[in-house]
């Protein structure tokens, strides 16, 4: 049987399918994260994504916490639980606001954004 994933991901446009990373890349401009979160390094009021996934990062408590799957899900449900040593507690939580399948889709594309597979 064929892999039902690779075939949305070589036809994305079929019937309005989209892969995961695509849906996060479109998620990531439409819901605002884009105003404060780059994906190129730079700085922002918020920490850019380039290389986040899977990172070891410093918090404002002195914790240090790999950025996962767990810890992004946590940061846009409850941002204010884990703040990046150096930036403020300003980010709005996202609870209500997002289905489930929207945070995995924002985590897919921060995680490809680490890879080096994709391009903002």
């Known amino acids: 049987m064929a892999d039902p994933g690779a075939f949305i991901e070589a ?14 890349r479109k998620l990531y401009a ?16 918020g920490p850019s994504f380039q290389g986040l ?13 790999v950025a996962d799957e767990n810890y992004i899900r946590e940061s846009i449900l409850n941002p204010n639980a884990r703040v990046v ?20 889709a924002l985590i897919a ?3 490809s954004l680490s890879e080096g597979s994709e391009t903002p």
């Open 30 to 45: 439409k819901k605002g994260c884009a105003q404060c979160h780059s994906v190129d390094g730079s700085a922002g009021t």
């Open 53 to 65: 996934f899977g990172a070891s990062r410093a918090m404002q408590d002195g914790s240090v916490v």
């Open 109 to 111: 594309y921060i995680e």
């Open 11 to 24: 036809n994305p446009e079929i019937q309005g399918l989209d892969t995961p990373v695509n849906m996060g």
């Open 85 to 104: 040593a150096g930036y403020q507690a300003v980010m709005p939580t996202y609870q209500g606001r997002l289905k489930d399948r929207d945070i995995t």
